[in-house]
């Protein structure tokens, strides 16, 4: 089943923040999240395991909730290349041989 | 780590041809890889997956006789899409994973595919 993604867009001026919010109705191991440019193949940006792990690379951060299975990407003080389509993938096993499902996807528009 | 290559990056062909897109796994073996449509403003939808060695799997309404699947070694595989049509143009993305390390699973960098 497809997670739900919330907000669908939006919108930010350089420097604000955003979390964008990644929920599933089944039981998750993983979350990955990943972002993608007009045009472009999706750039993976970090996975979550299971655990209730939360990590960051510079200044974009994630949470994974296993309890609530949900996950929430946290991007602060945006930069323009911040810009693109956010996705949150979900997986059910460590094992390669499964897919991930993905959400939706989030806008994110970064202004100057 | 992690490349995953993916041909070509975009393709024209008219309708009632056949068209092959490649995906190579270039620093691990995948005994699995996976294959995505993408239409415009949507999100990556599965079409199937691609196991070494044996028959693909695909996901509802996808009709594995238009879209071949070969996976033919641990670093290759291959959707064809035959008798190609209109609404076959789309954006294709094929991805794997490194099983050997956290990685997350790494995309191919996509097949335009426009029928006319």
């Known amino acids: 089943q497809q997670p739900v993604q919330s907000p669908q867009a939006v919108i930010l001026r350089e420097g604000e923040d955003a979390v964008i919010n990644c929920s599933s109705s089944k039981a998750l191991y993983s979350v990955h999240w990943y972002r993608q440019k007009h045009g472009e193949a999706p750039v993976f940006l970090m996975i979550?395991?299971?655990?209730?792990e939360q990590k960051g690379h510079d200044k974009i951060s994630a949470s994974f909730n296993e309890k609530k299975q949900q996950s929430s990407l946290y991007l602060t003080a945006s930069q323009l290349s911040y810009s693109g389509t956010y996705f949150c993938?979900?997986?059910?096993?460590?094992?390669?041989?499964?897919?991930?499902?993905f959400g939706k996807g989030t806008r994110l528009s970064v202004i100057a | 780590g992690a490349v995953v290559s993916q041909h070509p990056s975009w393709v024209i062909c008219k309708s009632g041809t056949s068209v092959k897109i490649e995906c190579r796994s270039l620093?691990?073996?995948?005994?699995?890889m996976f294959w995505y449509r993408q239409f415009p403003k949507q999100s990556l939808m599965l079409m199937a997956t691609s196991n070494e060695g044996s028959k693909a799997t695909y996901e509802q309404g996808v009709e594995k006789d238009k879209f071949l699947i070969n996976h033919a070694s641990l670093t290759l595989s291959t959707l064809t899409v035959t008798s190609a049509h209109p609404e076959d143009s789309s954006f294709y993305i094929c991805s794997a994973r490194d099983g050997q390390k956290h990685y997350g699973y790494t995309f191919g960098s996509g097949t335009r595919l426009t029928v006319v």
């Open positions: 620093d691990f073996q995948a005994t699995t």
């Open positions: 993938g979900t997986g059910q096993h460590l094992s390669g041989n499964t897919p991930l499902v």
């Open positions: 979550l395991l299971k655990g209730g």
